[in-house]
């Protein structure tokens, strides 16, 4: 495929937001990039057409079998006045791994990147500028085939919309509560677990909402044979510092392998703090949060960056972490992190890719 995108601009623009306003995923830019898939043309028309309406047959398979992946990276106004995107190679990689698990034909990496940059840079005036602002990218493919039958669609639609966000929880950076589900599964080996693939998310929203009107933001998941081991937050992958030491649970098939938890183990072998991927039990965790060894928690992912953990409840009891106070390696990581994709402090990492 060549890098020929077809643009058409929209003659009706939205009025934009006010910045002080936004909240996460609730508004969407002037326009959207799509390309389709035929087993006979491969991926083509690439084209970025003004944001709305799709037009689907009742029987397109993914409406009834789920045969869709997503991604989720964003675009920073850095201090310089350039727009950056936060290691999108990763990106991209993540969804070509997610195409492979669910039978759709793998992108070009390359050219995905090109389509996510003149996308951004069509409605480059959306990029919000203020303080924790971002413009959240959302890559995804569906399957197109109009059809009743479980099996692989042999066409696809590949979409990437945008939308101008502040932070993902209200609260921001400070404490979440979070709520530890023992009763329901998210994923077990064998299955999509380590993916990005729309019947995860589905699937976790029945313990989300039991979490939610007991007061918790987001649902700590346990392994799906044992209910034993630790694996990650509904939106997020998870770290605890553990009498000084930060571990986080290893990558066994069923975590989805997050770029944010990636750059952090990265980060925090820079800052030369020990730092380890192992199985960590859910009995290991209570008993370090009772006997003060839980010295820290925080999750950590794209929307939300950082998010610092300050109540686990487990079985109705609960436990505080830090005072229920954001932990100095928590404040250093988020301040890292952001200071790199906001141009703030040099990247010294590699991560930052910049609008030409």
């Known amino acids: 495929m060549n890098n ?197 998310y589905a699937i976790s929203l029945k313990a989300q909402d039991e979490a939610e009107k007991k007061g918790y933001v987001q649902v700590l998941w346990l392994d799906g044979i044992e209910r034993k081991y630790v694996e990650e937050v509904g939106a997020m992958n998870v770290f605890f510092k553990i009498k000084g030491e930060v571990v986080t649970p290893a990558l066994t098939g069923t975590i989805l392998p997050g770029i944010t938890r990636d750059s952090v183990i990265t980060m925090l072998k820079s800052f030369g703090i020990p730092v380890t991927e192992r199985r960590i039990t859910i009995d290991e965790l209570i008993e370090a949060a009772q006997n003060g060894d839980l010295e820290e928690a925080f999750g950590t992912g794209t929307a939300a960056v950082i998010s610092p953990m300050g109540e686990l409840n487990y079985k109705g009891s609960i436990h505080a972490i830090n005072g229920n106070k954001i932990g100095d390696i928590s404040q250093k990581l988020y301040q890292a992190l952001t200071g790199i994709q906001y141009g703030k402090v040099e990247d010294t990492f590699g991560w930052i890719t910049h609008l030409e």
């Open 4 to 200: 020929m995108i077809r643009v058409e601009k929209t003659t009706r623009p939205k009025q934009k937001p006010e910045e002080s306003k936004l909240a996460f995923g609730k508004t969407f830019t002037d326009h959207m990039f799509v390309m389709d898939y035929k087993p006979d043309l491969g991926w083509h028309d690439p084209r970025i057409i003004p944001y709305g309406p799709l037009t689907m047959d009742p029987s397109t398979c993914v409406l009834h079998y789920g045969q869709g992946i997503f991604e989720g990276l964003k675009a920073y106004h850095t201090v310089s006045g350039k727009i950056a995107l936060f290691r999108p190679e990763q990106n991209i990689k993540r969804m070509n791994d997610s195409c492979e698990r669910l039978c759709i034909p793998k992108l070009d990496s390359d050219f995905v990147i090109h389509a996510i940059k003149t996308l951004v840079k069509t409605d480059m005036d959306w990029v919000p500028k203020s303080p924790g602002t971002s413009l959240y990218i959302r890559p995804f493919i569906i399957a197109t085939d109009a059809f009743l039958g479980v099996h692989p669609s042999f066409t696809y639609q590949f979409i990437v919309i945008l939308a101008p966000s502040g932070a993902y929880y209200p609260g921001g950076i400070n404490p979440v509560k979070i709520y530890v589900e023992d009763r329901y599964v998210r994923a077990s080996q064998g299955g999509t677990g380590s993916v990005k693939t729309m019947a995860n």
